[in-house]
């Protein structure tokens, strides 16, 4: 999200929605919210998280003209499930000049102290009778996932039990996203068919569809996994993760 600000114009840029309630504005992104409030002493920065899970925040100001902002930029918190937190204000230096200032932000789901739990095996998200090709001898994606050549259609299963965070089946590609009991996030991402919602608490083994991309129509498709936490709301860390079959149930379809 990008935005120019002052009290005349709000320029609308990026994917965020604008949202005009007099003298506030607002701007979201999927569930988490940057609220602008005017008030006589100045331009209250709040932050909305309508999401079941912490997630992490950063704002950066910028080119700031006649104010002053009382928290160095860039801000980053950690906001709790369903909360609201004041990040910080901006004042006029000259009541009878405007206040004028440009800001981005975003936010990731987690918090910078989750933990990993070394000591977990991950199932392998797949049947491995029908992987095709590893990919996780490639130079590492950016996103620091496990990646493999799939059928269309392989059934995806669970690698580690937790709550659904986001399904983005109406996007390409398509991903979901699930918080692990230490508070470590997981991403799934290129899914045919999706059998899950957000809320749903799943267990290892669950089924969660089918591998499949929008834009591929060959036989075979690239699926990926990662484990990671924010380091703010704009970056990640991630996590090797080890893989194992056992407790696995046998996939009788393919």
């Known amino acids: 999200c990008d935005e120019w600000w002052d009290p005349h114009k709000l320029l609308r840029q990026g994917a965020a929605r604008l949202i005009s309630i007099w003298h506030e504005e607002t701007t979201i992104s999927k569930n988490v919210y940057v609220v602008i409030r005017e008030k006589d002493d100045g331009h209250h920065f709040l932050i909305r998280n309508s999401t079941p899970c912490d997630v992490t925040v950063t704002i950066k100001l910028a080119d700031i003209e006649n104010g002053r902002s009382d928290a160095a930029s860039p801000w980053t918190k950690t906001l709790h499930p369903k909360s609201t937190l004041t990040a910080f204000r901006l004042t006029s230096n000259n009541s009878l000049e405007p206040l004028k200032y440009k800001y981005t932000w975003d936010w990731r789901y987690g918090t910078p102290d989750a933990i990993h739990d070394d000591s977990n095996n991950y199932l392998l ?3 491995q009778r029908v992987l095709q090709e590893s990919l996780n001898g490639l ?3 950016q996103d620091g996932s496990s990646r493999w050549c799939l059928p269309i259609g392989a059934a995806i299963r669970v690698a580690r039990e937790g709550k659904v965070l986001e399904v983005s089946s109406h996007t390409s590609p398509t991903q979901i996203v699930i ?6 996030i997981g991403s799934y991402r290129g899914f045919a068919d999706i059998t899950v919602k957000p809320g749903q608490k799943v267990k290892r083994g669950d089924n ?17 996994f990662w484990v990671w936490k924010p380091i703010d709301g704009e970056n990640e860390t991630y996590f090797s993760v080890k893989f194992s079959t056992e407790g696995a149930v046998p996939n009788t379809s393919l």
């Open 125 to 127: 998200p797949f049947d």
């Open 139 to 141: 130079p590492q994606n």
């Open 179 to 184: 918080k692990h009991g230490d508070g470590t």
């Open 208 to 224: 969660l569809g089918e591998a499949g991309d929008k834009q591929v129509h060959g036989p075979v498709t690239v699926f990926y």
